[in-house]
């Protein structure tokens, strides 16, 4: 081991009270302590250091939806908002459902992404679920039990054996839960009418009752907490269905469409009051460009952007005493790790060096500061606090709105059997 370090973070507040300064060797934290030194200097002093944040829900877009997002520049919004793991969901055109499409992937993320990143599988009729898992998929799904924006519904009988096959994988099945009704879907109101809380419930519970036994199962974006009340399994949820319901847009708003939907402000309230139950917030990130999102609302497609706004919206929940420190972490770090079987970041020698460091007040959402290629956020305007500086794989990412350039690194999942650079 070097003597000197690669990095020092010096006067780091560690979450639970402890001052000390952080060595970094080769990515990895190296030692924790005082008097360190260090080719390369960072002064902590009055930050709140996070470990990097691990976004295990987004829609990295590319290939022939380059319009909406690229792997460059979703990765560039989620470095900007402390965030430097993305898993990209499998509801791409093409799909990720076998090995070709898997690799093409990881080729494509390689070549633009910014941040380290994991690509989930398929969950369908002809997907290659085992062939995936052995080239390194980090979970599976998110699984449609609706039909949603590229993802086609899975009937029961059909999902209960392809949960039975991620299950002999020792694998994490995602599962997104709606039951979804006819209607004409032409308003916010509408589409929460069509897509209620009560069947995400029933939903949620039906599919915990066909899982085999020991099933690990992962439920996506739960949007009211009945479902979280009934969840048996690890819980996620959204920034979107913390702070925001579609009353506080025009009902025709297309903007403002996404699956599930937003609920009514009561509803969303409720969630907060789960907080304790909930694992993991995600971001869902499902970028679409304004044009697309502007046309008539039973047109609109559903999702929005989200990963550069995530942790920043949280931590002005925590300045403001509503949540720990310690719980954000967990939700946005820790937890989704130790969930996908990933190494994680920390601040105890041995982990991934990844760090955020945030100022200690609030700001307020930009669009036009932000960097997702949606070029708009639902947030505009609301209390934030974004990162000065991303620490990534032991180096300097981004500090104070530029980028470093770095590449990010692919993150196979534990089933993983192959040879990196064959890929």
Same mark, same amino acid.
């Given at each position: ?18 001052? &000390? ?171 929460? &009418? ?21 099933? &690990? ?207």
């Amino acid at each position: 081991m070097k003597s000197v370090a690669d990095l020092l973070m010096k006067n780091v507040a560690i979450p639970g009270g402890r001052i &000390a300064d952080i060595a970094i060797r080769d990515g990895i934290v190296g030692h924790v302590g005082a008097g360190l030194r260090a080719e390369t200097i960072i002064d902590a002093t009055g930050f709140l250091c996070l470990p990097g944040g691990v976004d295990m829900h987004v829609h990295m877009r590319g290939g022939v939806q380059a319009q909406k997002e690229t792997w460059a520049t979703g990765t560039r919004s989620a470095l900007a908002g402390g965030v430097t793991v993305v898993i990209d969901q499998p509801n791409q055109l093409p799909p990720v459902a076998d090995i070709p499409t898997l690799k093409a992937r990881i080729r494509e993320a390689k070549q633009e992404s910014l941040c380290n990143f994991g690509i989930n599988g398929s969950v369908s009729r002809d997907a290659d679920i085992e062939g995936m898992w052995r080239a390194g998929v980090t979970a599976f799904g998110e699984t449609f039990a609706a039909p949603s924006s590229y993802g086609e519904a899975i009937g029961h009988t059909e999902l209960a054996s392809l949960l039975g096959r991620i299950r002999r994988l020792g694998g994490l099945a995602t599962i997104h839960a709606e039951d979804v009704l006819i209607g004409m879907d032409d308003s916010l109101s509408a589409h929460n &009418a069509l897509r209620p809380g009560t069947g995400e419930a029933q939903t949620v519970a039906r599919i915990g009752a066909l899982a085999p036994d020991g099933m &690990a199962l992962h439920y996506c974006h739960l949007s009211c907490i009945h479902s979280i009340d009934v969840a048996a399994g690890s819980v996620e949820v959204t920034p979107h269905h913390l702070f925001l319901s579609y009353e506080m847009f025009d009902d025709d708003d297309g903007r403002a469409k996404v699956n599930p939907p937003l609920r009514r402000e009561k509803a969303r309230s409720k969630v907060w009051s789960r907080w304790d139950r909930i694992d993991v917030v995600a971001s869902d990130h499902a970028p679409h460009t304004l044009p697309e999102k502007s046309v008539a609302f039973a047109d609109a497609p559903s999702g929005i952007p989200g990963v550069e706004t995530m942790i920043p919206l949280l931590l002005a929940a925590v300045l403001e005493g509503r949540i720990s420190l310690a719980s954000l972490i967990d939700k946005t770090s820790y937890t989704p790790c130790r969930l996908l079987g990933i190494p994680c970041a920390g601040f105890v020698p041995g982990v991934r060096a990844d760090f955020a460091l945030f100022p200690r007040k609030k700001d307020r959402v930009d669009p036009d500061a932000l960097h997702s290629r949606a070029g708009w956020t639902p947030y505009e305007g609301m209390e934030a606090v974004f990162p000065a500086q991303v620490i990534m794989n032991g180096g300097i990412a981004y500090h104070d709105g530029e980028f470093t350039g770095s590449p990010g690194t692919w993150v196979p999942g534990r089933g993983y059997m192959g040879d990196q650079s064959q890929i």
